[in-house]
DNA sequence: TCTGGGGTCCTAGGACCC
DNA sequence: TCTGGGGTCCTAGGACCC
């Protein structure tokens, strides 16, 4: 079984650890620049407050109920999720950091019977030792195990919820919209009820290779995950694949000088993340804009990409690379908004000897019209490969030509046990070669 | 007047190789 | 000189998530 634990209007209860008054009054934090209001209270989310508003557009209703505003202060909210996933780390030993206030737990060494009093106690656990309420939600895959938070957030439920394949599940994926799932949005949804897929449990039922041709790979997994059939892992690497780091200006700026200065910042702030978690990044990506919400102004939107001849980490080289970048976008005639650099092709710098330890080179599997698995083009890999498909049983493991393997990365020899990075192309797949065995 | 910031993954298609 | 089939690598753009 999985678990989903979500923090209850996570930047909200973070105030209101260090200001105890705000409890049951209405309450919402602001974006950058207090431009959007991106978490509210319960109360405040009764108030008819819709998750990412501009806030000029309730300055009223915010004045009327007495709500109480705060600009936001990420410094405290990072420092408060991390307490929280400690604590949450002491009792469950696997678990997957997936965002600022959320996380998923395997619980495979669970009892099952037992499984809600002790989600209970966690749940108390957390609470007096960080001061942040959360839901925890509980279901044979991440998908369900999402769905099943859903519900425990309900009053109902008291913060826990179980759900299991049965008729139950039925009855909830019934009375569900689509986009209620995790990993459908409003277009996808349109998409499946353009083709007479209306609720969840009609997703559900439906033919996994006609939805994949609407919606790609990802949809047909939702639709095993529906069922129950796990094609998501637990992925507890926590390393960043691409750093990134944003912001839009109080004001417009024009000229070049100033946005060289903010550039230069977050450039600088980015390649301190990138060093934070021990990595080097191959090049990087900058874009500027205007505002796009002044109709009346001249509208530009531009980006350019660099990649680096070696990998680094150095605060200066990255800005003096910006700059290069900035240089062929800025146009004076503009007004913009904001701009931003995004650190690509990162690599762990602790790990990089295992370049040396290639294995094997080239494309593993290979789906073929008669769904065979054959060996490409390497005489001494057919050993190997034989020996895998024997492990392996029935279960076929297949990909397309792009992306399992960058720079013949995807095998590799660790600490005496096979790794494996994702199929792209099969909706089972996993990270770890133990995992395959097992299903085997 | 005022509208956030940071991620991941998949697909298509071109260039090139055997 | 002509041709077919298969594989790799890379990028842009478009989805989705919190």
Not at 178 to 203: A, C, F, H, T, Y
Not at 430 to 437: A, E, K, M, P
Request: glycine content about 6%; hydrophobic content about 35%.
């Amino acid at each position: 079984m999985y678990g989903l634990v979500d923090c209850n209007n996570f930047y909200v209860s973070c105030e209101r650890v260090f200001n105890p008054l705000l409890k049951g009054k209405p309450v919402i934090v602001l974006s950058n620049n207090d431009g959007c209001i991106i978490a509210r209270s319960n109360e405040a989310k009764a108030l008819g407050i819709p998750m990412g508003a501009p806030l000029h557009l309730y300055k009223t209703l915010i004045k009327k109920n007495k709500i109480f505003t705060y600009s936001s202060n990420y410094t405290l909210y990072g420092d408060m999720s991390s307490r929280v996933m400690s604590a949450l780390n002491y009792f469950v030993p696997n678990i997957e950091v997936y965002s600022i206030d959320e996380a998923f737990l395997s619980l495979k060494k669970f009892n099952v019977q037992s499984l809600q009093d002790e989600m209970f106690k966690i749940r108390e656990y957390i609470y007096q030792w960080t001061g942040i309420p959360v839901s925890i939600g509980i279901g044979p895959t991440k998908t369900l195990a999402k769905l099943a938070n859903k519900i425990a957030k309900k009053k109902s439920s008291n913060g826990v919820y179980i759900l299991t394949i049965s008729n139950q599940l039925t009855h909830i994926l019934n009375g569900m919209n689509l986009e209620d799932i995790w990993g459908v949005s409003k277009g996808w949804g349109d998409r499946l009820r353009s083709i007479g897929i209306n609720n969840p449990m009609q997703l559900q039922q439906a033919n996994p290779r006609q939805i994949r041709t609407l919606v790609s790979v990802v949809g047909e997994r939702i639709v095993y995950e529906l069922r129950g059939e796990s094609c998501l892992t637990l992925e507890e690497v926590v390393n960043k694949k691409s750093i990134t780091v944003s912001r839009s200006f109080g004001n417009m700026i024009n000229d070049k000088e100033s946005l060289k200065k903010a550039l230069a910042n977050h450039a600088a702030r980015a390649a301190e993340k990138l060093r934070y978690q021990d990595s080097i990044c191959g090049g990087i990506y900058i874009f500027i804009k205007t505002n796009r919400f002044r109709e009346q102004d001249l509208q530009y939107s531009n980006s350019a990409i660099i990649n680096f001849d070696e990998l680094t980490d150095s605060t200066t080289i990255i800005i003096e690379k910006s700059f290069k970048l900035l240089e062929s976008l800025y146009r004076s005639k503009y007004n913009y908004k904001k701009i931003g650099i995004t650190l690509l092709g990162l690599r762990q710098k602790s790990k990089s000897h295992l370049d040396n330890n290639y294995i094997i080179q080239g494309n593993l599997f290979t789906h073929k019209k008669n769904q065979q698995i054959y060996m490409s083009k390497y005489r001494d890999r057919m050993k190997l490969i034989d020996e895998i498909n024997t492990k392996m049983g029935k279960m076929t493991i297949f990909h397309g030509s792009q992306g399992m393997i960058k720079n013949s990365k995807n095998i590799q020899l660790e600490t005496g046990k096979w790794q494996m990075r994702s199929s792209y192309k099969s909706p089972f797949y996993t990270t770890n070669w133990d995992d395959i065995l097992k299903v085997s």
